[in-house]
């Protein structure tokens, strides 16, 4: 089996019915959502699979939702390859939560507490601090940076060389939008989102998150783990969790992420949860390796018979 890399989706790849499929056919996948509807004391799965969508799309249940949507796609994918282990991982956001329990830095239930906490501060501090979020196509970093300092907003997502993402408060982000047109920008699309991710107005989010990791045991990641505040492998349990505090206030710098990915001995990659979000991106920030969905009992087939091909084929060539 050639050496694979996981990455994991972040909130905005939620839909309503993720996960059904999965826990009809796997075990393994059904087995994840029952314990984590039994972690948190509410039926995440029931809102996965049956909506609505106006609840799974709030801060307080997407991010657990994806959270665990991916890790039940994980669990069936390593029971059907149990020797397979990410030389690279990463998340896009919340998605580096999952990325961080499936390089084994801490156990998928910690993790879960942890979102869990982690998309209540945010939510809180969302209704406390009204905020928005706006999507430049087509503009230079350079420009939405300078069209950013003049709107008094900040830069939430470097998505890909010609995707941008504008965070602030709710007049911040509408002033940014003719700024960044006039500087060129295709498009500026307002997001549909519950507040001011990755910026400022996160800052009690942030403080809230950094206090509760405080008292847990981080192990160092198996493999090459990349986070999103500084796109730049790091390995210590203490640096990490620095990282992860911050990362709801810094920017997502997806680019120089995929940056890393194609530097990294990953011959494939496997966009572990809901939604091909990142396949998407990959291709955009120019990442030369295939990147193969992984979220649904089809894509976990197709999945299938393309490792075992290249199995049989590095076979033949050994």
């Given amino acids: 089996m050639n050496s694979v890399g996981f990455l994991f989706p972040g909130q905005g790849a939620q839909s309503v019915g993720m996960g059904k499929d999965l826990c009809e056919n796997f075990p393994a996948a059904k087995a994840v959502f ?3 509807d039994q972690l948190l004391g509410y039926s995440l799965s029931q809102i996965c699979f049956e909506g609505p969508e106006d609840q799974l799309t709030r801060t307080l249940y997407a991010q657990p939702a994806i959270y665990v949507m991916s890790l039940a796609a994980l669990a069936v994918l390593n029971e059907k390859f149990p020797g397979m282990k990410p ?3 990463a998340g896009l956001s ?8 499936a390089a084994g830095a801490l156990s998928w239930e910690e993790g879960l507490k942890l979102v869990h906490i982690r998309a209540q501060a945010m939510e809180e501090a969302a209704q406390k601090y009204p905020g928005t979020m706006a999507s430049a196509l087509g503009l230079s970093l350079d420009l939405c940076q300078e069209a950013a300092a003049e709107a008094g907003c900040q830069i939430a997502n470097l998505n890909s060389p010609d995707q941008t993402v504008f965070s602030g408060a ?6 940014v939008i003719p700024i960044a047109e006039s500087k060129g920008a295709k498009r500026v699309i307002p997001l549909k989102v519950g507040g001011a991710f990755h910026s400022e107005l996160m800052k009690e989010a942030q403080l809230t998150l950094a ?3 405080q008292s847990v045991q981080l192990k160092s990641p198996s493999g090459v783990f990349v986070p999103n505040a500084t796109a730049q492998k790091v390995s210590d349990p203490a640096e990490i ?7 709801v206030t810094s920017s997502v710098r997806w680019v120089e992420t995929m940056g890393q990915a194609e530097k990294s001995e990953a011959k494939l990659f496997i966009e572990v949860g809901p939604g091909k979000v990142l396949k998407g ?8 390796q295939t990147v193969e969905p992984c979220g649904t009992k089809d894509d976990l087939e197709k999945l299938e018979l393309l490792l075992k091909a290249q199995a049989s084929q590095n076979d033949l060539n050994n």
């Fill in 211 to 213: 206090e509760a990791l």
């Fill in 34 to 36: 029952d314990r984590a």
């Fill in 241 to 247: 969790k620095d990282l992860l505090a911050k990362q």
């Fill in 94 to 101: 919340l998605g580096e939560w999952t990325a961080l329990a």
């Fill in 87 to 89: 030389v690279f991982s």
């Fill in 281 to 288: 991106l990959a291709r955009k920030c120019g990442l030369t």
């Fill in 170 to 175: 709710i007049e911040a982000v509408s002033k």
